[in-house]
């Protein structure tokens, strides 16, 4: 069965205290990883896709990676409104989507 | 382009009530998919419709049941509702075309189970 570990469960970090997010992920036939943002009584928002080992992607202050086991979510210089649950989920296939239980990240003034 | 809706935001019911739950996909997705959050569980997948078909199911009692509409529209029922069914239930809608396959989430039903 498809697993998804994500590290830390908690991130507090001061502004401008560049860290990193880990997603580490068990598939069979990996279709794509997905980094969604989710803010507190909010649906989740759509990050990144990334589909294959080196792919890499970059939206303001995010960077996401992959390897054949892992992904990261690089956050630059965070500012406080980067504070949300940050959830990574993976698709083998054409079943169903398995996400890991998140990080809360929160950046403090 | 709309986002995906989810009607209503918030439900109380009380144990043993049914209740069924909307969701309305961004325009031209055909998929929509359902989900329960719970702070203890996270995200877990209940079911996953394509063109009027159920394609993926996750691993919840059959109190929890769902179907699609041609217009792509999908609405969710859990009858015989108990304590441990209040959650956040969240509909996402993608388009499976191509490579195409992240899924776009609405606000939400907020369930209260008394």
């Known amino acids: 069965e498809d697993q998804v570990t994500q590290s830390p469960e908690a991130l507090r970090l001061q502004e401008g205290e560049s860290s990193s997010l880990n997603c580490s992920y068990t598939?069979?036939?990996?279709?794509?990883l997905f980094w969604y943002r989710q803010d507190p009584g909010k649906g989740p928002e759509f990050l990144f896709t990334?589909?294959?080992a080196g792919e890499e992607k970059e939206k303001e202050r995010l960077k996401a990676t992959l390897t054949k086991k892992e992904s990261f979510l690089h956050i630059t210089a965070p500012k406080p409104e980067d504070s949300a649950t940050y959830l990574c989920?993976?698709?083998?296939?054409?079943?169903?989507?398995?996400f890991g239980t998140g990080t809360k990240l929160q950046v403090i003034p | 382009k709309a986002g995906v809706t989810q009607t209503p935001r918030y439900l109380i019911k009380t144990r043993g009530q049914q209740v069924t739950l909307s969701c309305s996909p961004i325009?031209?997705?055909?998929?929509v998919s359902w989900y329960q959050q719970t702070p203890g569980q996270g995200l877990q997948f209940l079911f996953e419709?394509?063109?009027?078909?159920?394609?993926n199911k996750g691993n919840f009692p059959g109190r929890f049941s769902g179907r699609q509409f041609s217009n792509s529209r999908s609405e969710m029922n859990v009858s015989t509702l108990e304590l441990g069914d209040s959650a956040l239930y969240l509909c996402?809608?993608?388009?499976?075309?191509?490579?195409?396959?992240?899924?776009?989430f609405g606000p939400g039903t907020r369930l209260t189970v008394l």
């Open positions: 996402a809608s993608s388009s499976k075309q191509g490579r195409d396959n992240e899924q776009f």
């Open positions: 598939v069979s036939g990996l279709r794509g």
């Open positions: 990334l589909y294959s």
């Open positions: 989920a993976v698709q083998a296939g054409y079943q169903k989507v398995t």
């Open positions: 325009s031209g997705h055909r998929s």
């Open positions: 419709y394509f063109s009027e078909t159920q394609r």
